[in-house]
């Protein structure tokens, strides 16, 4: 499984990176990325999107 971030919807509001306990989530040009290196896709970042921009996908 994995992290993914939808970049139509993502506003950069970076609550994501606050809320990440792996400090994996960095904001680039307004829009949130993951550093998969870092991300153990345990989902804390998913229900703190206002904008429902982050989901958990299948490899
Ligand atoms: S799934 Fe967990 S480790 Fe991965 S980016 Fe979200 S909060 Fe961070």
Redesign the pocket.
Known sequence: MQ?VINEQKCTGSGE?AK???????SLVDGKAV?DKS?????????PVCVNSA?S?QED
């Open positions: 992290i994501c809320a990440c306990p792996e400090r994996a989530i993951i870092k991300c153990d896709a345990d989902g804390i970042c998913i982050i958990l």
